[in-house]
T-cell receptor, first 114, second 115 residues
Framework: AQSVTQLGSHVSVSEGALVLLRCNYS??????LFWYVQYPNQGLQLLLK??????LVKGINGFEAEFKKSETSFHLTKPSAHMSDAAEYFC????????????FGTGTSLTVIP | DAGVTQSPTHLIKTRGQQVTLRCSPK?????VSWYQQALGQGPQFIFQ???????QRGNFPDRFSGHQFPNYSSELNVNALLLGDSALYLC??????????????FGPGTRLTVL
């Protein structure tokens, strides 16, 4: 079975500070991993994805994530937070065994302090 | 290029009623998945449709049913509504035939409130 754990349901950072959102996954086969962002009253927007190519993945809006198999992690980072980054972030996993069914974490709410 | 669209945006129903939600996939996509997102939670997979058939199903009761049309659009039907069905319902589309089925594009969702 596949699952995702997001450590920290709420994260606060100062504007300009490093953003680090944690995601650990569980999968018995090689996973596909995703980060999505959700702004209030909107759907999910794909930030980046890992599909077994480069382990360091760069996404939109300056975000990146590194796949670490030994740690079963896929943490999301951004060097310098902007006010517009305040949103809910979801990590998700899927595999070929699950036929592209996505399993989402419970989300991390990011607050950016001016 | 229109993305994934959903209708209606908001819906209010009472317990015991039935509801139908609609989704049009992104142009070029042939697979539609439905998710339920309760307040403060991550999306939960309901089911997935491809070639007008339900291909996979999550842990949801039979009150949840769906349909996919020849133009790839889809409907989600929920019967005998319960208060606990109140949630944001998200539709996601992907392309199985192009081999990019592992990337899903989400619509803005339909907010269902059951009173």
């Amino acid at each position: 079975a596949q699952s995702v754990t997001q450590l920290g349901s709420h994260v606060s950072v100062s504007e300009g500070a490093l953003v680090l959102l944690r995601c650990n996954y569980s999968s018995s086969v090689p996973p596909y991993l995703f980060w999505y962002v959700q702004y209030p009253n909107q759907g999910l927007q794909l930030l980046l994805k890992y599909t077994s190519a480069a382990t360091l993945v760069k996404g939109i809006n300056g975000f990146e994530a590194e796949f670490k198999k030994s740690e079963t992690s896929f943490h999301l980072t951004k060097p310098s937070a902007h006010m517009s980054d305040a949103a809910e972030y979801f990590c998700a996993v899927s595999t070929t065994l699950t036929g592209n069914q996505f399993y989402f974490g419970t989300g991390t709410s990011l607050t950016v302090i001016p | 290029d229109a993305g994934v669209t959903q209708s209606p945006t908001h819906l209010i129903k009472t317990r015991g009623q039935q509801v139908t939600l609609r989704c049009s996939p992104k142009s070029g996509h042939d697979t539609v998945s439905w998710y339920q997102q309760a307040l403060g939670q991550g999306p939960q997979f309901i089911f997935q449709y491809y070639e007008e058939e339900e291909r996979q199903r999550g842990n949801f009761p039979d009150r949840f049913s769906g349909h996919q049309f020849p133009n790839y659009s889809s409907e989600l039907n929920v019967n005998a509504l319960l208060l606990g069905d109140s949630a944001l319902y998200l539709c996601a589309s992907s392309s199985f035939t192009s081999g990019s089925y592992n990337e899903q594009f989400f619509g803005p969702g339909t907010r269902l409130t059951v009173l």
